[in-house]
């Protein structure tokens, strides 16, 4: 890792600030003779050159890493894969190059674009809900890592959660509190998340010895509206415990619940999935649910994009969504 | 501005891609003659220098705008900040540098050493809640504008919300509702929030002829469950209307309310402040409530940093919180 103006001012005893001034010999700056000659000293013992970009120039990449976002930075979701990945990024002595491109392919090519003509070392290329995507021709020319998304034929390597892993571990959850008859609420919209949380249901259903019926399966929009819409349903199934495709459909579930004067987790029990900042821990009662592991998505990309992690078997690395326990089962 | 990567691909006719694996002359890529000959003209003819750190050093500043954010990417809440400075920077031919620092100084000194060594334009420095700061020393070697925060003497130029017109706008929205007897949760934690909604509250009132009761105004923890507690008070206390200091409590007020069978808004109108995502509109009934500009503050504070408005008066530019009406007033 090369020398940094943090380096500098460590050995010299000053500020970054001092180390600023003296090496870009800023007029105006009142440094103590001292002081400077301090960080001359420490410039030259430690070779550090003080322009990043004319050492990028001399070295032919830089150490910024570029990720592409579509939506992350504002969406109030997934904002936790920028942190995982500037931590890992920092880490290593690399930079994270943010851009969020709010889906508009115009602003994604002049984003990449941007990151090739700073010579990034690589690309991570991350959405905002795990889905396949098709990966910009620009792209091609650089190393890329997928984060929270996959191409159909996996040509590019990708980390994503572990849906099915998390489908079994909510549902298992509810067995494991008793309950035999366990209904789940899925998304409408066709989606890895869809088809991987529902495989894990049945999965842990048939581990445990309990039929799937199919009966107990439901589709809802995957808002709190839809979990309002999918009450009666519930009821009627006479489920005592429920697996909601995400906590927001929890969360509406609960009003629905609670109007026909069904109590959680005394008449039905509820897990939810995303553990989702602002309403998980803040239902009534707080909503026991799996998390996406957002952070460790983005800190993982990072480690694939720097060839620190053997690429993923079969173009996917799976992260695992572990359980958050609360009171609602 | 200058040309880009993306303007030789469009006079070329060809793909940005393309355009790269030309001017970098990548071993490879399969060009046919014909497209590369017309790269080839389109940078002559535009001028085009394709290495954009080899022209930051001939031109002494780059097309880097720093964003230092304390937690901004990774709140499910002020996302909307980054999303209105890139646009803005975008807009202008920069580059946002993010760098999100979770509040740890040692994170940040070496994020503010970053964006200076790669000689970045000026640094917007935001925080995901409105509340003073003191400035790091390594930014007064660069033109700094501060975003939702400010200094206690107003030495940096400073983008704010006008924290008490949105009270304000909350309070007169519910007087144009019919309402007379209005009460005010507002948050515990002392903060510009509190004191300029407070304030805002107040003048509404005065100027609609009503008198401050300060038995209408009450404290709470600012989330769900400060609501949910301070439900009782509110009911006793005879209003017909409330103003809760965000939309968490509007949340948690609405389950308090709930459980005595009072009917939002039937029995009491309710407003909330934030215009939070996931929850405002999610409510039942939707929540109406003011929003925080989180966009309008990015976009703002970029266009201050390049001097593209005006230095704001005082020190910090106040920028309107609007209302967004829904179903519960």
Known sequence: MSTTMRD???????SVATVSHVVND?????IGDDARRRVHEAVEALGYRPNALAKTLSEGSSRFIGLVADAIATTPFAGQIIH???DEAWRHGFVLLVANTEGNDEVENDAIAMMLEHQVRGILYSTWYHREITVPSTLQQSETVL???????????????????????????????????IAFVNTTTPSPARDGRRAGYRAALVEAGIAVDEALEFDADPAQEGGYDVAAAVVDSGATGVFCHNDRVAMGLYDGLRERGVRIPEDIAVIGFDNQDVIA????????????????????GVRTLLGLEAPPVGGRRLIDCPSVPRQSL
């Open 281 to 300: 821990a803040h239902l009534r009662p707080p909503l026991s649910t799996v998390a996406l592991p957002h952070y460790e998505l983005g800190a993982a």
């Open 84 to 86: 995982g990945a500037q």
């Open 26 to 30: 800023k007029p105006g700056a009142r």
């Open 147 to 181: 984060v929270n998304c996959f191409t159909a034929d996996d040509s590019f390597p990708a980390v994503v959660p572990d849906e099915e892993q998390g489908g079994r571990t909510a549902t298992a959850e509810l067995i494991a509190a008793g309950h035999r008859r």
């Open 8 to 14: 500098v001012a460590r050995a010299a005893g000053v």
